[in-house]
């Protein structure tokens, strides 16, 4: 069956709650950069919507994690690939300590703007509310149920929990645009497009 799936731009009245998946933050930073894709675009417009609509709009530290790390990696694999170590911008460290600090001060410099930029954005960055029970018991909650989501509709592990932490809350709306989200039963998913 999997979600329920709404367009962006067909959004009019958003849920009270949405979660905000790492790749929407990231596609609506890229709308502000030169040449911005129409997803980039409708993501930005997206998380507009969101505040003017007065909805919860929440993230995790996880995907904030995430939205930074894109660039890092990027950047690292680049210079990676430059000094002949392949993908492996571990080995560019083991190697050349002094080139992969050249690297990452670069890759630092490409993720600093995302960090500002996440920061600015009208979303919390929160735990998932979990009603009547202590942090621990909710983190273990979304623990279990991030496995079942694993097992039940192979998605890949950070997937899962981002998942897995809307749905502890109670949040059952999350924009992303990672079709994988839209095999999910039980939730509707906001995205650029229907896959």
């Known amino acids: 069956m999997g979600a329920v799936v709404e367009e962006f731009a067909q959004v009019i009245a958003p849920a009270p709650s949405v979660y905000v998946d790492a790749n929407v933050i990231l596609a609506a930073y890229s709308s502000t950069l030169p040449n911005p894709r129409p997803k980039d675009i409708a993501s930005a417009g997206f998380i507009e919507l969101l505040a003017q609509a007065g909805s919860e709009a929440w993230t995790s530290l996880l995907a904030v994690q995430e939205a930074c790390w894109v660039p890092l990696r990027e950047e690292l694999t680049q ?45 919390a960055v929160r735990w998932p509310r979990h009603p009547g029970t202590a942090t621990h018991r ?7 149920l991030a496995r079942k989501l694993l097992w039940a509709y192979e998605l890949e592990a950070a997937d899962a929990f981002h998942i897995a932490m809307a749905m502890v809350d109670g949040t059952r709306h999350i924009a992303s645009l990672d079709g994988a989200f839209q095999d999910v039963d039980q939730i509707t998913v906001y995205a650029h497009r229907k896959l």
């Open 138 to 144: 909710a983190c273990r909650a979304i623990c279990y």
């Open 79 to 123: 210079s990676s690939k430059q000094a002949g170590c392949g993908t492996d911008w571990k080995r560019l460290r083991r190697r050349d300590p002094t080139a992969f600090s050249a690297a990452y001060q670069a890759a630092r410099a490409r993720a600093d703007p995302v960090m500002q930029f996440v920061r600015d954005l009208p979303l």
